[in-house]
């Protein structure tokens, strides 16, 4: 039985005005609107009131309340999703955490931070930076900890330091009953039972909502460079990820560019790329002859695999520069088509499977003649294939396009989504990726949300069937 909500009535109103004060809670259409939709493709939805909590407790109380009165609670952290996860869309309760942003303590000496959801990872390493260390997790937008954590965001580092779920210890967790509980501990190594931990990381505020975290940091390196080489074929670039992954150097950030794409990124001021199939990528070391040794080493890489050119730096502002053009790929993309809306999708596979994947999407542009853009964190694995559309046939040609692709990572062994999550729109490949797992997952939602308030329409398919009473 699909479950079925009621409406946010006056009486509800007042009761979550006086959980959350007069100053935390509006029904006005500025704020409903502004909470209405992330940075995705997928339609608005309004919630019918949005609150921003100040406490883990105000959130538990509010929970109990939506929970008895069956009334939806969707999670906002700043909305720079790109699957729609955070979207409220059968209304009720938004609960956004813009005003839970507050460093709880910074444990220097154990390389972690205690921290609330509602934090902006690049605000948090802005304050960590007088420690000498920063939490490595980095999607290009500010997202907020408790974002991350939900929909265990990954970016540009992940290759070396892991994706949001290797970078969290410990969690505060608001369950939909109103029940707070601490999952994992503040110790690296954890063996306690079952690892609810990862549970909720990635669960898009479907099984709980977070209000605590701590999160395991690495000391800002000492060095840093950045290395760029082009190459005359997609295929060559993406052999050459293989090789530099194969050959025992750690690369921090290794992403593969297409022609197209560094074309639009050198727009960007200070920005000059040739219009070539490109490797971005960054190393940390030490010493400067760490450094040196591993960018004369990933060079005779590049050129033993054909690169047409390799340039690297030491110098940090060209370096930011660089990294700058790259975070606002989306954008610059955006702001260069501004008739079209933009669908990316985010699969990945093992790495080995990359370049027969990455071939499959170019083959696809001239069969399917459909128009698309790549860009992606090669060195794990992951492309984000960008499509353009203006209508809605070219949204299901489009959409045409992005299942084979889906359904080719999933036969290479790899997933519908890398690091965006499934929210909206990817909710229909979840079959196909998890099998007779997804009823193990089914159980688990219907153990820990009876009645299907948090976040519906996300995740499970059969959630997108929810009613309104
Ligand atoms: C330009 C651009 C580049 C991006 N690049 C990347 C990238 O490289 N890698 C990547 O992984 N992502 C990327 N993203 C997507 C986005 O930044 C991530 O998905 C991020 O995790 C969203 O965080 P947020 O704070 O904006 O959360 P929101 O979008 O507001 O919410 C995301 C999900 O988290 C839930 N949620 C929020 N707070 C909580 C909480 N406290 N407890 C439980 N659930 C909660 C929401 O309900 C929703 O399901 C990019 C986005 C943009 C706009």
Redesign the pocket.
């Known amino acids: 039985m699909p479950p079925v909500f009621q409406s946010v009535t006056p009486e509800i109103i007042t009761r979550l005005t006086a959980i959350f004060g007069a100053e935390n809670i509006s029904t006005t259409q500025a704020d409903i609107d502004l909470h209405a939709r ?2 995705s493709f997928h339609h608005a939805a309004p919630a019918e009131v949005v609150v921003w909590p100040d406490s883990a407790e105000q959130v538990a109380v509010a929970l109990k309340l939506a929970n008895e009165a069956r009334i939806p609670v ?9 699957e729609g ?2 979207i409220p869309i059968f209304g009720g309760v938004l609960m956004s ?1 813009e005003r839970m942003t507050r460093i709880v303590e910074v444990h220097a000496d154990d390389f972690q931070v205690t921290v609330q ?1 509602g934090i902006g990872h690049k605000d948090l390493n802005a304050q960590l930076a007088r420690y000498g260390l920063f939490f490595p997790p980095d ?3 500010n ?2 900890i ?3 954590l ?2 265990n ?4 580092r992940t290759v070396k330091y892991g994706a949001s779920k290797d970078n969290v210890l410990r969690m505060q967790v608001a369950l939909a009953d109103g029940r707070l509980i601490t999952v994992g501990s503040r110790s690296v190594k954890q063996a306690a039972g079952y690892d609810l931990l990862h549970l909720f990381v990635g669960s ?2 479907t099984l709980g ?2 209000t605590e975290a701590t999160l395991k940091l690495v000391p800002v390196p000492a060095l840093m460079s950045a290395a760029l080489a082009t190459f005359d074929s997609v295929q060559a670039a993406v052999e050459t990820v293989v090789a530099v992954r194969g050959s025992g150097l750690d690369p921090a950030a290794l992403e593969f560019i297409d022609a197209a794409h560094c074309k639009m990124l050198s727009t960007s001021d200070g920005v000059d790329l040739e219009e070539r199939p490109t490797l971005f990528m960054e190393f940390h070391a030490a010493q400067p002859e760490a450094l040196k040794a591993g960018l004369t080493m990933v060079k005779q890489i590049c050129e033993e695999m054909g690169a047409l050119s390799f340039r690297s730096t030491t110098d940090n502002a060209e370096r930011k520069q660089l990294w700058t053009a790259r975070h606002h790929s ?2 610059i993309m955006k702001r260069l088509h501004p008739d079209k809306k933009f669908f990316v999708n985010d699969v990945a596979v093992p790495i080995s499977a990359y370049p027969e994947l990455i071939g499959f999407v170019e083959d696809l542009r001239t069969a399917d003649g459909v128009k698309t853009y790549m860009i992606g964190h090669a060195g794990d694995g992951n492309i984000h294939v960008e499509f353009p559309f203006s209508d809605e046939a070219e949204y299901q040609k489009v959409m045409a396009t992005n299942g084979k692709i889906v359904m080719k990572a999933i036969e290479l062994g790899g997933t519908a989504t890398g ?3 499934v929210g909206i729109g990817k909710m229909k490949y979840m079959p196909a990726e998890h099998g007779p797992a997804l009823d193990v997952m089914r159980t688990i939602k219907q153990s820990l949300d009876p009645n299907g308030i948090l ?1 519906p329409g ?1 995740v499970l398919p059969e959630t997108l069937e929810s009613t309104q009473a």
């Open positions: 992330d940075q969707t999670a906002w952290g700043v909305g720079t999703g790109l996860n955070s955490f959801p999607p290009g937008a997202a907020t408790g974002g991350m939900a929909n965001a990954a970016g540009i898009e505020g909502i977070i989306l954008e690091e965006h999550g976040n996300k």
